[in-house]
């Protein structure tokens, strides 16, 4: 049997004046009770050790609990508020030391304090209801979240730490000054709720967490909408992220699941996975990304299975020793590289789609920098589709290219392996060597090129069997000191030549009725470069009208017109 306390700031027949006076015969009594409190301020402070149903019996808001300092509501029994406001400042407004406590249609202002604090063992539930300011923490307790708004909290709107859970449903958290919510050591489920203005990530899963986030909308967020780091785990499924300096970030260790989310608008990065940091992705998608759409670099090793980028600047940037698998990749419509792998970064790249970007993949580094496509198309390119330098690798298989400058080229001392390749509509060239680069090329299929064929220069390599160059201004040049070989290749249509080399090319099997020219070629030469040194000045190309001075302590430099308009 439940007995029924009445509370009225009035005073009257057996009604208490307090709250407090309520609770304590209560206590004495033994059994569980419901208290109705009459709408109205009390300024005082509730501990409640036995089982209590608090109910505002004006609706909710028309009871206000305040303390000047310290705590307003300390639990040590199951209890349930119902309609209160609860007010606090400089400690926890409402702590659960033992047993269950739920707040329902309730307010809880935290000033300079924390709003609802459940120790470890106990149970907290908070529905439909508000708080502003303070933090919702469980440390080593279990949390339930249902139809709820946080505003701008001093902290983190809602944390979870020491092996504490937390459920967040249907709730909004807005302005908090640091994480909306975050999880320590901890396990946390957020779904279906709206977080913004946030000072840091959004939601955030810290050392050894496990985080599940599913359709949630994140937006205007100062630094990550979700982050994952320190060997968390978790999934995000179904969410979008809007106006976040980053979408998803992962770090050190973590290794999520993310699949159908939208990133949209983020002011750096999309997807960042980065410092040996994880996660595999299904079907996401990024648009207009500040900086690049996905950024892998010191030694993240994402797998992404269905990436569609549009709108912003780079697509996908591997870097700084990251790795990472990508497949069913869709690129379009950025003002840089679709696809770049840098600096002892590697990547594997299938089943790719590229249409409208400056250029199609880049790579640069140093011999431990490789990247692989496979099975792609790269169109409407505005100048190389893909372009190896420093001393990478590249292997390409049944990659098309359609409308380039150029289709594929290494430079410097990089190598370039083309398998089944092809080419048409392009400006400058099928495939080219340039530098000390090694270019191989098997089943290439050149079609339709302004210019050339396939061409090599400087002392580049380049090395071509069963090509088909077709309709090409030139099917192949070979200048400077470049060597190489046509092996088994046709060479067809109504250009002005079939290939013209400069004697160092093996022609073995060569197929063509266009004329074949051996002489010496030498492309044109780079700008007039003045190089310093000890002993003076080399010029590679005329000068002149310079005045120059070498091996002086001091130097004086004069210069006269004279009237024939000649300079001394």
């Given amino acids: ?72 509501l300390d639990s040590f029994a199951p209890v349930v508020v119902e309609g209160l406001v609860l007010v606090g400042r400089h400690a926890d407004v409402v702590g659960c030391h033992a047993g269950a406590l739920t707040l329902e249609r309730s307010e809880i202002r935290a000033y300079d304090g924390v709003a609802v604090h459940a120790r470890p063992g106990t149970s907290v539930t908070l529905r439909d209801s508000t708080v502003l300011h ?78 599940v986030v599913a359709d949630c909308l994140v937006e ?12 968390s785990r978790g999934s995000v499924d179904r969410t979008r992220v809007v106006d976040a300096r980053c979408g998803i970030a992962v770090a050190s260790g973590a290794d999520p699941v993310v ?39 010191r030694g993240g090793a994402p797998e992404v299975d269905g990436c569609r980028v549009t709108g912003g600047t780079a697509g996908f940037a591997v870097t700084d020793g990251g790795r990472g698998r990508f497949t069913r990749i869709e690129v379009r419509d ?11 970064a590697t990547a594997v790249f299938e089943h790719v789609r590229v249409e409208r970007c400056p250029s199609g993949l880049e790579t640069k580094g140093n011999g431990g920098t490789r990247a692989e496509i496979g099975d792609a198309v790269l169109c409407d390119v505005e100048m190389a589709a893909v372009t190896a330098l420093g ?26 392996l083309l398998e089944d390749c092809r080419a048409a509509g392009v400006g400058v060239g099928g495939a080219s060597a340039f530098g000390t680069a090694r270019v191989v090329a098997r089943g290439l299929t050149v079609s339709g090129s302004d210019g050339l064929g396939v061409f090599a220069r400087d002392t580049a390599r380049l090395e071509v069997v069963g090509a088909v160059l077709a309709d090409c201004a030139v099917g192949g040049a070979f200048a400077d000191r470049s060597v190489g070989r046509l092996a088994d290749c046709s060479v067809t ?3 002005q030549l079939g290939v013209l080399h ?51 302590i001091h130097a004086v430099q004069n210069r006269t017109t004279n009237e024939d308009g000649t300079r001394t």
């Fill in 334 to 344: 950025l003002t840089s590289a679709a696809l770049r792998v840098h600096d002892e």
């Fill in 134 to 211: 303070g933090r919702f923490l469980l440390a080593g307790a279990h949390g339930r979240v249902e139809r709820c708004r946080f505003t701008d909290a001093a902290d983190n709107a809602l944390a979870v730490i020491d092996g504490g859970h937390l459920e967040v449903l249907g709730s909004r958290i807005e302005g908090s000054r640091i994480h909306g919510v975050f999880v320590g050591g901890g396990r946390a489920r957020v779904e279906g709720c709206t977080l913004t203005r946030t000072g840091m990530a959004a939601v955030f899963a810290g050392a050894r967490s496990e985080l």
């Fill in 493 to 495: 249509g109504e250009g």
């Fill in 1 to 72: 049997m439940v007995a029924r306390y009445v509370v009225s700031p009035r005073g009257g027949r057996r009604a208490h004046r307090t709250i407090a006076s309520a609770l304590g015969e209560a206590a004495r009594r033994g059994r569980p009770a419901l208290i109705e409190i009459e709408p109205g301020g009390y300024p005082e402070a509730l501990t409640v050790r036995s089982e209590v149903r608090l109910v505002a019996v004006g609706g909710p808001g028309s009871v206000v609990v305040e303390q000047p300092r310290g705590a307003v």
């Fill in 502 to 552: 400069n004697g160092l090319v093996d022609l073995g099997g060569l197929r063509t009725t266009l004329p074949v020219v051996e002489k010496e070629v030498r492309t044109e030469p780079g700008p007039t470069v003045v190089h310093h040194h000890y002993e003076g000045p080399v010029f590679n190309g005329p000068v002149r009208d310079v005045q120059l001075a070498w091996n002086n």
């Fill in 259 to 297: 699949r159908d989310c939208v990133l949209t608008g983020c002011r750096d990065t999309g997807l960042d996975v980065n410092g040996g940091g994880r996660g595999r992705f299904r079907d996401i998608e990024v648009s207009g990304a500040g900086n690049v759409a996905v950024l892998v670099t």
């Fill in 391 to 416: 001393q990478s690798w590249v292997t390409l298989r049944r990659v098309a290219v359609e409308r380039a400058a150029l289709a594929f080229g290494a430079g410097e001392e990089a190598q370039l």
């Fill in 220 to 231: 205007s967020v100062e630094a990550e909408g979700i982050g994952f780091v320190e060997q």
